[in-house]
């Protein structure tokens, strides 16, 4: 069973209300209707009523159990103004100035998310990455002991020897170009404790690089990937979290046992790598798309991390499954671990 179904199976029991900021979007209204389907909560789309419907209409999909906000006459606005303006990034706004930010439905979706209007949130369907996620690293606060944004992208593959039962944990795929060691240690945690989250398996961390623990060499990538696994293994000690991770090594080092063996590298994560965290977005980015057009992977992402509550920017390019399987991804997020895998 993959990911998603089983992430599926677990969230009947704990639905989730799921706020999508590009409601008028024929993919968003398939997967909010699968949603729906699937009976794992309430999609509220945002936009404007008459053009849901109306694309609901052509597609031939009923709007049952899914609700439709336009932000425009939403009973919420006035409430959304004021604790809009009582945030400390926008403190000296008017009303009006509040109030036209929060027409864009980014910014609204991100409010409901915020003030607990809804559970989870998928943004990026027709929006850039950076205009999907500006809403959200400006008004939702960051998880405590971490101080970096950055993102995970999901790969599937119906092999059960890659990670997961074929899933993987990649970061960053999306958010931060050129990220420090401290960055680095960061995505390190949080990838690993999403990957947990959802799967309820012992995270096992592999910090990549062009070369496999290489002695002796002082090449900028790897001293930055070596000082981040240092870094990585203090901050899940000094969090009681109980994390596997080694590095720096290469890709087929981390995936592979028999390669792994062959280099004489020994370690928990060595050969079992389920999580992969990429020296810099070029790499990260390339790595993943690689992987869905060539190996035919599934993707579901980008899920943004270190945010302390759930949220999704998908690409321009994601298709109604990849979108209702970041759906599925959020809102699972949104449920404590000791419900969504009770008495495992």
Do not use: W
């Not at 006459?73 to 929060?102: A, I, P, T, W």
């Amino acid at each position: 069973m993959s990911l998603i179904n089983r992430l599926s199976v677990r969230l009947q029991n704990h639905p989730k209300r799921l706020v999508y900021a590009e409601g008028a979007d024929p993919r968003i209204i398939q997967a909010a209707r699968l949603y729906v389907n699937r009976g794992l909560g309430v999609p509220i789309l945002l936009g404007a009523r008459a053009v849901i419907k109306q694309r609901a209409e052509q597609l031939d999909i009923k709007l049952d159990g899914i609700r439709i906000v336009d932000p425009s006459d939403s009973d919420e606005m006035e409430g959304f103004v004021h604790k809009f303006q009582g945030l400390r990034r926008f403190r000296g706004f008017n009303e009006q100035e509040s109030r036209d930010y929060l027409l864009n439905t980014s910014y609204f979706a991100t409010m409901m998310l915020a003030t607990g209007s809804a559970d989870a949130l998928v943004s990026g369907a027709t929006a850039t990455a950076s205009s999907a996620l500006r809403p959200l690293f400006r008004i939702i606060p960051m998880q405590k002991s971490v101080e970096t944004a950055s993102s995970i992208l999901i790969l599937e593959k119906e092999d059960d020897r890659l990670g997961i039962d074929g899933a993987l944990f990649l970061s960053d795929c999306g958010v931060i170009p050129d990220p420090n060691q401290d960055q680095l240690a960061d995505m390190a945690i949080t990838t690993a404790l999403l990957a947990q989250h959802l799967t309820n398996e012992q995270p096992r961390v592999a910090m990549l690089s062009f070369a496999s623990k290489k002695e002796g060499t002082k090449h900028p990538s790897l001293m930055k990937m070596k000082s981040a696994t240092a870094l990585a293994r203090d901050k899940a000690r000094s969090l009681d979290i109980n994390v596997d991770i080694d590095g720096e090594l290469q890709v087929d080092a981390a995936l592979v046992p028999g390669v792994a063996e062959q280099k004489g590298i020994k370690s928990s994560v060595a050969g079992k790598a389920n999580v992969l965290i990429f020296p810099d977005l070029n790499s990260g980015n390339i790595a993943a798309k690689l992987a869905q057009i060539v190996a035919d992977c599934r993707a579901y992402g980008q899920i943004i991390t270190g945010l302390s509550k759930p949220a999704a920017e998908i690409s321009r390019g994601a298709s109604a499954h990849d979108i209702f399987g970041a759906s599925v991804i959020v809102a699972a997020q949104a449920v404590d671990p000791k419900y969504l895998f009770p008495m495992e």
